[in-house]
T-cell receptor
Framework: AQKITQTQPGMFVQEKEAVTLDCTYD???????LFWYKQPSSGEMIFLIY??????QNATEGRYSLNFQKARKSANLVISASQLGDSAMYFC??????????????FGTGTRLQVTL | EPEVTQTPSHQVTQMGQEVILRCVPI?????FYWYRQILGQKVEFLVS????????KSEIFDDQFSVERPDGSNFTLKIRSTKLEDSAMYFC????????????FGAGSRLTVL
């Protein structure tokens, strides 16, 4: 079974609209972390947001928020007020285990977001 | 803002040649990693490194691969005898031993094996 599943290979959103990128995960470890990274066409991986399995509140970072539904094992990324510069590939990733150890991340296949005028 | 730097940004090599990819992690980070991304595919973990030794490696990281921290700043990935299927983007990353232990990635080194 896939540990990280991103079911949307591509998404379109109009500028200034909000968009939700889906991510579901599979783990039996009670301690885990969920990450979202952005990969623009230039290729670098840019960290966006993190959610720990024990965090009570959904993470937010500026225009990014993570809709964490633990029982459903989903960690969807919400981008509000989309901008043209948000056009990129978005990867969901998971680290299993305690944060004090090395972060071996398992990545999903990614969602390519295109922001249109 | 501190960053992870990688060199070279792009390397073209012949099959069977040795390649060394270099990385300078963020100075106060304690964990170092190599990941790779074959074109159009997802990012895959290769190896993590802590306290001057490998802490974990994937099935991909076979005897052809090695990592080294030759001094206090550099972290290298060596591929002894490159194969066509080693063509990929190789990302170095580092993370602190605190908080969420978030990985900061470098811009990547694109390796093309001919």
């Amino acid at each position: 079974a896939q540990k990280i599943t991103q079911t949307q290979p591509g998404m379109f959103v109009q500028e200034k609209e909000a968009v939700t990128l889906d991510c579901t995960y599979d783990t039996s470890d009670p301690s885990y972390g969920l990450f979202w990274y952005k990969q623009p066409s230039s290729g670098e991986m840019i960290f966006l947001i993190y959610q720990g399995s024990y965090d009570q509140q959904n993470a937010t970072e500026g225009r990014y928020s993570l809709n964490f539904q633990k029982a459903r094992k989903s960690a969807n990324l919400v981008i509000s007020a989309s901008q043209l510069g948000d056009s990129a590939m978005y990867f969901c990733a998971m680290r299993e285990g305690y944060t004090g150890t090395a972060s071996k991340l398992t990545f999903g296949t990614g969602t390519r977001l295109q922001v249109t005028l | 803002e501190p960053e992870v730097t990688q060199t070279p940004s792009h390397q073209v090599t012949q099959m069977g040649q040795e390649v060394i990819l270099r990385c300078v992690p963020i100075s106060n980070h304690l964990y170092f990693y190599w990941y790779r991304q074959i074109l159009g595919q997802k990012v895959e973990f290769l190896v993590s490194f802590y306290n001057n030794e490998i802490s974990e490696k994937s099935e991909i990281f076979d005897d052809q691969f090695s990592v080294e921290r030759p001094d206090g700043s550099n972290f290298t990935l060596k591929i002894r005898s490159t194969k066509l299927e080693d063509s990929a983007m190789y990302f170095c990353a580092s993370s602190p031993q605190s908080g969420a232990n978030v990985l900061t990635f470098g811009a990547g080194s694109r390796l093309t094996v001919l």
